[in-house]
């Protein structure tokens, strides 16, 4: 009997001792979990999208900390969880690791001998041309060019003849009261041409296209002595890029990323997108200029069906203003001048390194083709996000009618993304890629188009595998091309009048040297000052 209770008891401690081995062990592995992946970490994994609740967004539109537009510097985004497939010699450090910035800040006050503006000569009525953003290029350039002629400038007319026919008012796509406010000190801004001046005969000129201050001062400014108004029939690319006086320069700036914001209304729609775009993490912002128009204009059908392609070509045919009609599709994209397809982008990006669970967010109208033609792109990459994902049908229907005002959404999204990447050098890819440098060059990867379409060619006959040889092929390619900090490109070598102005780079692609300074060289300038007085 003893015998028994002792094996009895033995076999109990046994148990007792397993139990105590098996606790120790769970809170150990719980312990590294944390270590591996802490709350913030798990916060990011990708769960069903919950919609706030109506007082959320009621305090997140009358939230005022500081507007997205202005110039502040987001904290590094956080790492994203080990890639999937990606090429071993690139971690998900690097690959969301913005370019380094060398200091360089935005600098855009005025210069001592910058005086407020004096009573006016006349005033300078504007009709905006193009989209979105080749319009807010356009207002900037108006603004600059309202100083140099001495004029007060009347609000922009928005374009409501162009392809979208969008019938917004300057008030319903920006922040009418803050434009004529925050410029109160550069250029006098009237909401409507007085009452006595309605019938006045106008003198209605197209601006000479790249123009420097001297056809301004001279040629148009001349004008005051016949007339008291003059209406600028379009508005973009009158003025000139570069040789321009710096606070001029700086005026642009200014007027572009501090005066032109969004309305209240799209403002705080926009800060929400992004909000909830950051529910799933660091994201992508993708501007995937795969529409009817752009494909129409740009004459590029590769992939398309006979169908499509006289859909295409009857549309360009059609549009007046688009002066070229015939065109070579394949020699188009051979030079590198049509956008990426979704599959192409998909193949791109998979390259670089991004995993399948990486949040896109397509900065786009309506895709030709449809759901179809986004198939190769989504079983990449299953979170594909749009503003009509993110927001509810009651939500987006005061701006749904309005091509202008969804685009200034997708911009908002865009601007504000840890890494932007356009599939088309069109006029919105141009003005984020500007507008992200003067934030701090945020991480803009910019496709080399030209080279990417031998690659992709190679892989549809055969000659070459998706893989590690094509990863290391595509990001050495992309090595130089995420937006860090470089000066503003001049004309191309050897190329004359219009065409010499045409192939500098845009203004508001690259506001460096302008409107960007590297603190180290602002702090020995103060320096110098100190010592001097």
Sequence with gaps: MQKKRWRKLGLMRRLLTCAIASISLVALL????????????????PDPYKLPTQHEIRYQKLSKERSWIQPHFSKAPLPALKLDGANSSLDSHKLWKPPPNRDFAPCVDPSSSYIVPQETRGYLLVHTNGGLNQMRAGICDMVAVARIINATLVVPELDKRSFWQDTSNFSDVFDEDYFITSLADDVKIIRKLPKELMSATRAVKHFRSWSGIDYYEQEIASLWDDYQVIRAAKSDSRLANNNLPPDIQKLRCRACYKALRFSPRIEAMGKLLVDRMRAYGPY?????????????????????????????????????????????????RAKGYCPLTPKEVGIFLRALGFPS??????????IYGGDSRMEALQSRFPTLMRKEKLASVEELDPFIEHASQMAALDYIVSVESDIFIPSYSGNMARAVEGHRRFL???KTISPD???????????????????????????????????????????ITGTKGTDRFRSEEAFYVNPLPDCLCQMESMDSTENEIIKKS
């Design 30 to 45: 719980s312990a590294h979990l944390h270590l591996f992946f802490p709350p913030s970490q798990v916060s990011m994994l």
């Design 284 to 332: 992508i912002a993708l501007h995937l200029r795969y529409e009817k128009d752009m494909l129409a204009f740009s004459g590029c059908t590769h992939d398309l069906s006979i169908e499509e392609a006289n859909e295409l070509t009857s549309i360009r045919e059609n549009t007046s203003y688009w002066k070229v009609k015939d065109i070579d599709s394949m020699e188009q």
């Design 357 to 366: 669970t990486t949040p896109i967010y397509i900065a786009a109208g309506e």
């Design 440 to 442: 701090g060059h945020r």
């Design 449 to 491: 188009r030209k080279l990417l379409v031998r690659i992709f060619d190679k892989i549809s006959n055969g000659t070459m595998k998706e893989g590690k040889k094509l990863s290391s092929r595509i990001i050495e390619i992309h090595k130089r091309r995420q937006g860090s900090p470089r000066k503003r490109k001049g004309p």
